[in-house]
């Protein structure tokens, strides 16, 4: 008998369901209109997800392609809301201080250690010129910021002492001074003072955290400081850990080496700032995640939107469809029925606009992702939370048509013209 019972259960299921897609065929330009506001909800929502989350996946993956295990320290202290220098333009880091921090017995664990100071500058080559971020280097700096070059070589130990007037062209530089032809072994001037290209660097691709890592040109350290910049300190030291799990001993380590050669008690009342490849990616992650979900909250509007837009298009099908009610109801239609029949509806309409919107939103975040140059992710969590939220917005919406029309009585509604 149950099984007999769950049978027949299913039959008039399958005839609600059959019942409504013919309703919903009747009038095919209402139904794709009411189906349009879930469709562009849904795409929206996946498509900005999508593109928040490859947006974070490109600045992550720049991050990294910038050194591993690295840290960095940065002249002048940072700390909420009290920013005394901004990113290395205070004066309080020397060459000196990386030669200690690289030699340091009380240091354990450092690999390596590069000492950098950059400024934007104008370039110019023959009749070609741009203003690009000039970047005064040690030799060191090529492996710990994982430099690979296209053409030609790094700059060597014996260039840093003997100031010499080389340069390494990151490639958009390189395109920009010397279009497709080759670049090494010809000259350029910064700040009117000549060089000669050495080598152009591999692309890394897109801006990452400090900057557009192509649109760069590394000079001597020793010539930065001495011919171009008339300086001696330095903007930043860059450290490379040999092993990811020392990265906080050796943070304190250099942080105390550097109070005590800077005569500072007070750790709070420090004059530089250390911070690791893992403290950018918490922050770039935070901030990027608050905009996604933003955004993603913005475009959900349009999923209430879509709901409201199908709840108005249901009560109009009630009023067009009293008849048809009142005579489902003389005939022996339970309440029970009809609000099935008109819920089946409003949950077709959702679902369909939820799957449709579902491949809108993957074909439109994988187009843009490739046209702005952006590693295409799909986050399958999302897509699930949306077909599941199309499918809760009929039954929440279409529950009000349903009701009325359960509550039509048959007399009044054979009668309704």
């Known amino acids: 008998m149950p099984s007999e019972l769950f049978i027949l259960k299913m039959e008039n299921l399958s005839e609600l369901i059959t019942s409504s897609f013919e309703a919903l065929s009747l009038n095919k ?23 928040g989350q490859a947006s974070q996946k490109a600045v992550e993956n720049q991050i990294q392609s910038l050194g591993s295990n690295l840290l960095t320290v940065i002249s002048g202290s940072f700390r909420p809301g009290d920013f005394r220098s901004a990113s ?3 004066t309080t880091l020397s060459l ?6 690289l030699s340091s017995s009380k240091i354990t664990g450092v690999k390596n250690v590069s000492a950098e100071i950059q400024r934007r500058e104008a370039v110019t ?7 690009t971020t000039v970047i005064g280097v040690l030799p060191a700096y090529k492996e ?3 430099v690979d070059l296209d053409v030609g070589e790094f700059i060597s130990e014996s260039d840093n002492s003997a100031l010499s007037k080389v340069a390494v062209l990151g490639p958009t530089t390189a395109s920009d001074l010397f279009g497709g032809s080759s670049a090494v072994g010809k000259s350029i001037r910064i700040n009117k003072i000549a060089f000669t290209v050495i080598g152009v660097m591999t692309s890394k691709g897109g801006v990452g955290f400090g900057g557009n890592q192509d649109d760069t040109i590394l000079i001597p350290l020793s010539t930065a400081q001495k011919q171009l910049f008339g300086v001696t ?9 040999a092993d990811a799990k020392l990265m906080d001993n050796v943070r304190d380590q250099v942080g105390y080496l550097l109070l005590s050669r800077h005569k500072i008690s007070e750790p709070a009342n420090a004059d530089f700032t250390i911070f690791s490849q893992q403290d950018v990616l918490s922050t770039i992650s935070q901030v990027t995640g608050t905009f996604t979900a933003l955004l993603s909250g913005i475009a959900a509007i349009s999923l209430l939107v879509g709901g409201i837009g199908i709840m108005n298009i249901m009560l109009v099908t009630v009023v067009e469809r009293t008849r048809e009610i009142g005579l489902r109801k003389a005939l022996g239609a339970t309440k029970k029925a009809v609000v099935s029949q008109f819920l089946i509806e409003s949950v077709i309409l959702t679902i369909a606009g939820g799957f449709i919107g579902m491949i809108l939103g993957t074909t439109l975040s994988f187009v843009i992702s490739k046209l702005i140059n952006l590693p295409f992710t799909l986050n399958f ?4 939370l949306a077909i599941g939220v ?11 048509p349903a009701r009325k029309a359960a509550n039509l009585q048959p007399i009044e509604a054979l009668r309704y013209e």
């Open 29 to 51: 330009t209402r139904t794709a209109l009411a189906t349009l506001g879930i469709i562009i909800g849904i795409a929206a929502v996946i498509t900005l997800i999508s593109l």
């Open 144 to 146: 710990i910021h994982s």
């Open 96 to 101: 000196d201080d990386a030669k200690a921090i």
């Open 390 to 400: 199309s499918g809760g917005i009929g039954i929440l919406f279409g529950w009000y």
């Open 233 to 241: 300190y330095v903007g930043s030291v860059s450290i490379e850990v």
């Open 381 to 384: 969590g999302s897509i699930a």
């Open 88 to 90: 290395g333009t205070a």
């Open 125 to 131: 080559a023959g009749r070609k010129s741009t203003n």
